[in-house]
């Protein structure tokens, strides 16, 4: 079965601080991975998306990558604010998307 | 470009009724989702379109959920009857192909009492 998880669950942080969100799954064999951030009561906002062919990806302070073999990825966030506080999710698209369960995250001012 | 417009917004009907809910995808998107989020099981796809033919409804939980798409531009979920555990937050989402980047709705809460 193919299964995504995501570690921590939930991380409460300083703001200013950096920062790395886990997602593992469980079959190499991706077409990509996609990372959301989802605020309380809205939808999903896409941040970054990694092709299978490619190691990371950028955009301001969010970095992400990719380790196919290993069945990982992370998100970095550089310089975390308040305004980043938020449940990360992280969807691999084996044959469908997968969702992970998210990281709710609490950047303290 | 709006984004992916989905309607309602929320929705609380009586147990055994009809539910209808309705998603507009990004203009030029070949693929279409309908998700379903609850807080035991997260986000489970239901269903994908591409080219408004379905590809994939093996996520679709019984018969009483049916999901059309008649053009590139619209499409239903139908819960006939809905039932309280149907409960949940039902999310559409499009994208250029079904390998390219995902761009989601704001979602309709549907409660079923």
């Known amino acids: 079965k193919q299964e995504v998880t995501q570690i921590p669950a939930a991380l409460s942080v300083p703001e200013g601080e950096n920062l790395v969100l886990n997602c593992s799954f469980t079959d190499s064999a991706i077409y990509n991975l996609q990372w959301f951030r989802q605020d309380p009561g809205k939808g999903l906002t896409s941040l970054l998306l990694?092709?299978?062919?490619?190691r990371e990806q950028t955009s301001g302070r969010l970095n992400a990558s990719l380790d196919k073999s290993s069945g990982r990825s992370t998100l970095y966030i550089a310089a975390s604010q308040p305004g980043d506080s938020a449940t990360y999710l992280c969807?691999?698209?084996?044959?469908?998307?997968?969702f992970g369960p998210g990281t709710r995250l609490s950047v303290l001012p | 470009d709006a984004g992916v417009i989905q309607s309602p917004r929320h929705e609380v009907t009586e147990m055994g009724q009809e539910v209808t809910l309705r998603c507009k995808p990004i203009?030029?998107?070949?693929?279409l989702f309908w998700y379903r989020q609850t807080m035991m099981r997260g986000l489970e796809l239901l269903i994908y379109?591409?080219?408004?033919?379905?590809?994939?409804d093996s996520g679709m939980p019984e018969d009483r959920f049916s999901a059309k798409m008649p053009n590139a531009s619209f499409s239903t979920l139908k819960i006939q009857p809905s039932e309280p555990r149907d409960s949940a937050v039902y999310f559409c989402?499009?994208?250029?192909?079904?390998?390219?980047?995902?761009?989601f709705g704001q979602g309709t809460r549907l409660t079923v009492v």
């Open positions: 990694i092709q299978s062919s490619q």
């Open positions: 379109f591409n080219n408004n033919v379905p590809i994939d």
């Open positions: 989402a499009s994208s250029w192909d079904g390998n390219t980047e995902a761009f």
């Open positions: 969807a691999v698209k084996f044959r469908n998307f997968v």
């Open positions: 203009s030029g998107h070949n693929s």
